[in-house]
């Protein structure tokens, strides 16, 4: 059972949970999580909702390998209208903002967001952590080397359980330390790692869900599952449960995933195997 703190609301949850995909960004490695205007944007929420997703997650800029970064203004036109619209439809909905900007984090709570989701973990805008900390939201951490300009030529890890076992720990300290409680840690599937490293971590889950916070599983459709098996990001569906499947037996707790139903179907069936069926399992206060 884990507890957040959402802007005032009490959620307390028993994962796994299902965190959906909505872009609002021409260019994600995935053309079937982009979605524009906001029709779309409140009828994917819609079915994210129905199908099981707890958290929707909305990014307004791609962080695949070699893409250019956006700026603020940039990044707050595409994001905050989404925003505003899925909250208005969907008020008890907690909405993720997928954003390595303090300011875009701070508009994107005011207009309904709830969790902050950082590929960066405060590395590329020295105002995210300052911004977390005074917003007092979950924080989601990732891992990632570099930037996704050049983290694909950062991939010379020594040990890479142990090396992000270090990472999390000092990142761990310092933002407690900033008075930032409720973490969310994602080892960063496909940034910086090749695909022996990103199976690697699959195995090594049980490591950094020994730090006692919730752990995310962001592996959907990547392309360590499309370019092992010669497919492309759209056939990738029935590899992306194969990942899921073993990710939640080794301990992940959110599976942020482009297809809700599958993934809902997934923790299941997977809940039942351990005697412990769950799903979409939590309470907003």
Not at 19 to 27: A, S
Not at 61 to 87: F, K, W
Not at 150 to 172: A, E, P, R
Not at 190 to 209: E, I, M, S
């Amino acid at each position: 059972m884990f507890t957040w703190n959402c802007k005032g609301r009490l959620v307390e949850w028993e994962g796994p949970l299902v965190m959906g995909i909505l872009n609002v960004t021409p260019d994600s490695f995935y053309a079937g999580s982009r979605k524009t205007g906001e029709k779309e944007w409140v009828e994917t929420a819609d079915r994210f909702q129905k199908q099981g997703a707890f958290i929707v997650d909305i990014g307004g800029q791609s962080t695949r390998p070699g893409a250019d970064r956006l700026n603020v203004q940039e990044e707050l036109e595409r994001v905050i209208p989404a925003i505003q619209a899925v909250h208005q439809a969907f008020p008890d909905l907690l909405i993720s903002i997928d954003t390595f900007y303090g300011e875009v984090a701070r508009q994107a709570v005011s207009a309904g967001a709830s969790i902050i989701n950082d590929v960066s973990a405060g590395a590329f805008d020295p105002d995210m952590i300052p911004a977390v900390a005074s917003l007092r939201v979950p924080y989601v951490l990732m891992h990632i080397p570099g930037t996704p300009k050049d983290m694909q030529s950062k991939t010379g890890y020594s040990q890479i359980d142990q090396n992000l076992l270090d990472f999390f720990t000092q990142k761990i300290h310092v933002l407690k330390e900033r008075g930032i409680h409720d973490l969310i840690l994602d080892p960063g599937f496909g940034f910086g790692k090749t695909p022996d490293q990103n199976f690697a971590l699959l195995r090594y889950l049980p490591v950094f869900r020994s730090l006692g916070y919730p752990l995310l599983l962001g592996v959907s459709r990547k392309s360590t599952i499309y370019k092992t098996l010669g497919i492309t990001a759209e056939e990738a569906l029935n590899g992306t449960t194969v990942l899921h499947t073993v990710g939640l037996l080794n301990g992940a707790d959110i599976l942020r995933v482009h297809d809700v139903r599958e993934a809902v179907e997934a923790v299941t069936l997977v809940g039942h195997l351990k005697e412990k069926p769950t799903g979409k399992t939590g309470r907003l206060s």
